[in-house]
């Protein structure tokens, strides 16, 4: 991860790092991105981590796979691995949001959803929204917030 101070304006009030200066830090993966815009996968302030668009992206090849079930296996991979990165895991994510195509059944994102979070009385909350602009071949992707546990 790397690290950006914050303006020193912008302290902990409470907690371990009272009146310490925050610091803003960068979550990278390999093979994951957003092509060749200076942007990281996620962002992470103190405890609360936020994502950028999180999509099925095969890392070892670079690619979008044409599947609709790969994609959405690869979108909720990544978004482990992106988690993971961070020191985190499904466990701490608070709210996803995705983005689907009007052809993706919302049915296919509930069988990775209940994968990923088993216990029905502790799932985050989440939204669809449905959206004829994805990049092309992109059929679905999510953002998130996570709550790290360090």
């Known amino acids: ?9 912008a302290c902990a009030s409470d907690g371990p790092h009272a009146g310490q200066a925050l610091r803003r830090k960068s ?6 991105g957003h092509g060749a815009n200076p942007i990281p996968l996620a962002s992470v302030i103190g405890h609360m981590l936020m994502s950028g668009a999180i999509f099925g992206t095969d890392r070892h090849t670079g690619k979008l796979p044409e599947s609709l079930e790969e994609q959405s296996a690869l979108t909720f991979d990544n978004v482990r691995l992106v988690l993971e ?3 985190a895991g499904f466990e701490h994510v608070l709210k996803m949001t995705f983005y ?7 049915e296919l994102i509930n069988v990775h959803w209940v994968e990923a979070f088993p216990e029905p009385g502790a799932r985050p909350a989440r939204h669809v929204m449905v959206s004829d602009r994805l990049p092309p071949g ?5 953002d998130l917030v996570a709550h790290l546990p360090h």
Request: with cysteine.
């Open 85 to 87: 990165a961070a020191g």
């Open 1 to 9: 991860m790397n690290a950006t101070p914050i303006p020193e304006h």
């Open 138 to 142: 992109m059929l679905l992707q999510c």
């Open 100 to 106: 689907i195509r009007p052809e993706v059944p919302r």
């Open 27 to 32: 979550i990278t993966v390999p093979g994951l």
